[in-house]
């Protein structure tokens, strides 16, 4: 048994796929499949149900694969250890990002991250919330940006800064004429939200209450705001927005912008990491460096 054994039987199980876990990780199909199949042999057990598709483990592949995974941690932990007794901060960090903070968020900490660990390899994903917890229980990503509170229990997350809702208005609604908006005020069936799947839907329908099982005039399958302020753009509507994003609206469409008049209308951006986890080093060089850019 070896660790590029047990790194490839995680890549398929994550993955779903010989072809894609190959790809994953940068070798042939062949080469990882006999890999697989060298483990599998030498353990004398099947680890992964090839008739399903996705390719998913076996019960005994499951509880292999758990105990993979704090292997791997152990592994990748002594390589760290070992980094910061050197005074350095190196290695890969896999990060998730969710969709409502990526496009506003990322350019503003990454450069200058990159400048003071020049050792640290980022690898970036966009993810919606849902599948950054599930990534980050089998260690498929080390670390995630997401809103304060959303990730639920097995997940550690390291409180950054506050970022506050904002209504964004049609100039054809009729709150468009107000700069102070309350919660109440809005006419729920006027709302366009964000699809389901990203955490900000849901801590607007928190917010509104009364919106919960009300039809509203449009949804759709999209995790970007922008789409939705350009929707608002050409329909009598509205949509909330985060404090984020107002910067990268245009100068003629600022007056679109209006504050809630209402406790509780913000969110935390958050860190967010399993547990269990490693590279602390590293996650600690991420955090501060983002607390420093919006100090």
Request: with cysteine.
């Amino acid at each position: 048994m070896t660790i590029i054994q047990l790194e490839y039987l995680l890549a398929v199980a994550n993955c779903g796929s010989f072809s894609v876990a190959a790809e994953h990780c940068f070798v042939t199909q062949p080469s990882l499949s006999m890999q697989v199949k060298a483990l599998e042999e030498e353990l004398g057990v099947v680890l992964l149900d090839r008739s399903k598709k996705p390719i998913i483990p076996t019960s005994v592949g499951e509880v292999v694969l758990a105990q993979a995974r704090e292997t791997l941690r152990a592994y990748n932990y002594i390589r760290e250890s070992v980094a910061e007794m050197k005074g350095e901060t190196a290695g890969k960090m896999r990060l998730g990002v969710i969709p409502t903070i990526a496009p506003y968020l990322l350019h503003k900490f990454i450069p200058s991250f990159v400048r003071q660990y020049p050792k640290v390899e980022l690898e970036i994903r966009e993810m919606v919330t849902a599948d950054i917890v599930e990534a980050l229980k089998k260690d498929r990503i080390d670390a995630a940006l997401v809103a304060s509170g959303t990730c639920g229990e097995g997940i550690v997350e390291h409180d950054l800064f506050s970022d506050r809702f904002y209504a964004y208005v049609s100039p054809e609604h009729p709150l468009f004429e107000r700069s102070n908006i309350r919660i109440e005020d809005i006419d729920i069936k006027d709302l366009i939200l964000l699809s389901r799947g990203n955490c900000m839907r849901d801590q607007i329908l928190e917010l509104c209450q009364a919106m919960k099982g009300v039809t509203t005039h449009y949804y759709f399958e999209s995790g970007s705001l922008d789409t939705l302020m350009r929707i608002v753009d050409c329909t009598p509507y509205m949509t909330i927005i985060p404090e984020m994003a107002l910067e990268f609206i245009p100068a003629d469409h600022r007056n679109r912008v209006k504050t809630i008049a209402k406790g509780a209308t913000s969110r935390r951006i958050a860190l967010a990491v399993s547990r269990t986890y490693v590279k602390r080093s590293i996650v600690e060089a991420l955090k501060q460096t983002i607390l420093d850019t919006f100090s």
